[in-house]
Every structure is written in C-alpha cells, then in structure tokens.
C-alpha cells in the first residue's frame, strides 16, 4: 500500500472534520502534520518511523498554535454596578434583575433579607448566570 495516499486521505479527513467538529484548530494542525509526513514519506519508509513523526509534528504545530491563540479572560463585574429588580427576591431564593439591559436571575448575598420588586441594588459578584446583590438603601426612589 501507497504511505503517501494513506497519510493524504489522512491529512484530508482530519481538515474536513475540523469543518464538521470544531476544535479550536486542533484536528485542522494534525491534518497539517500529516500533510508533511506524506511528502517525508518518500524519504522514510518505516511506518513506524512516519507515525513517529507525525505525532512528533502534531505536537509542535498544537503547541504554536495554543501559543498564538488568544487567552480568555473570565467576565469580571466591576464593584458597586447598579441593577434594578424586576421582581421580588425573597430570602434565600432567586428573583430577577435588569442589569445592563438585560434581565437576569440574582440572588441577595444576605441569605436572610428580602428585596422588594423595582429596587435598585448594587451588584456584588457573579457566579455563573446568577448576580448576587445587595438593596442599595441610598438610592431607592
């Protein structure tokens, strides 16, 4: 059997399915690597030696590409950012709150005190989807 059409079709199949299954690059750089062992499977004719280099490869060209890509950065709220309640948040269960035009589920951060419905808060933190507020009694209207 021809190395260089199985390391092709390889090559090829793992670059289409990085356009069914997106991995953040990753099936697309080892398609690459096995691009290149095609061309250097002329000159190596060990499969074993070709394997080798393609894993080799693939490791080279994943690590230049997790060096280029950009870093997250998880959403951080900025201190004492106001929010108005939609409804009532009763002690220790969720309600909701129009913060920065959207509503959201919050939580009061005092396990124990009540926030009455159309009031605004101070947003204090967020954990997943939910913000955790505080009644903000010097600008209730």
Known sequence: MNYVLIWLVLGTTLCLMELLLPTAFVESTLGLSAFV???????????????????????VFIALLRRFSPKQTPYILQASTEARTLTTIPPGQPGRVLY??????????????????????????????????????????
């Open 37 to 59: 062992v095609a061309m250097a499977s002329q000159v190596i004719p060990s499969l074993t030696a070709q394997i080798i280099l393609w894993m080799a490869l693939s490791v």
């Open 100 to 141: 920065e035009g959207n509503s959201w589920q919050a939580r009061c951060e005092d396990e124990a005190a009540e926030i009455g419905e159309n009031q605004r808060v101070v947003v204090t933190r967020r954990r997943g989807n939910t913000l955790y507020v505080m009644p903000d009694q010097g600008l209730n209207d």
